[in-house]
């Protein structure tokens, strides 16, 4: 069975290859030469070469599954002592756990039902220079003083808005 791999993960592969042609090969032999083998016949063959040996890597753009990548071998190859992978694993905690908190407010389940006021719904879309037809159309209306025919009439013609705009 055929190995799938993506263009982000084989970009990913032979833009760490171009790093570890610019890392000490006592770095590099530490590596199982299957690994590299693996990279190399992953790697994207249209790579074009960007990174500059002279600048250190943290100050170079790469992407974000070569800087997984080499992470995972710092751990798992070029660590020396447990302080030092616990001092990766930290890290890693971390920026898991403000990934994390950026989503819990981002998709906030405790204000997936909250509602902005009329008012500063109005001045959010004066902000973007909706036209006034559009505005009629956007606007919340108050249906609590509305008959239930009224209301199930405003919902219909709502839904049917939305499905008419996409």
Do not use: G
């Amino acid at each position: 069975m055929a190995t799938q791999i993506s263009p982000e993960q084989s970009y990913a592969y032979a833009e760490l290859l171009e790093i570890l042609s610019f890392t000490h090969i006592s770095l590099v032999n530490k590596i199982p030469k299957k690994l590299i083998s693996l990279f190399q016949d992953f790697a994207l063959s249209t790579y074009e070469h960007h990174l500059d040996k002279n600048i250190p890597v943290e100050k170079q753009e790469i992407s974000h599954q070569t800087a997984a990548l080499l992470t995972l071998i710092s751990l798992n190859y070029w660590c020396e002592t447990e302080e030092e992978k616990n001092e990766i694993k930290a890290i890693l905690a971390e920026n898991e756990k403000n990934a994390a908190e950026e989503l819990r407010k981002k998709y906030n389940p405790d204000n997936i039902f909250t509602t902005t006021s009329t008012a500063d719904f109005t001045s959010q879309i004066e902000n973007k220079n909706i036209p006034s037809q559009e505005l009629s159309q956007t606007l919340p209306i108050d249906t609590t003083k509305l008959p239930w025919y009224q209301k199930i009439i405003i919902t219909l013609k709502n839904i049917f808005s939305k499905i008419k705009n996409k």
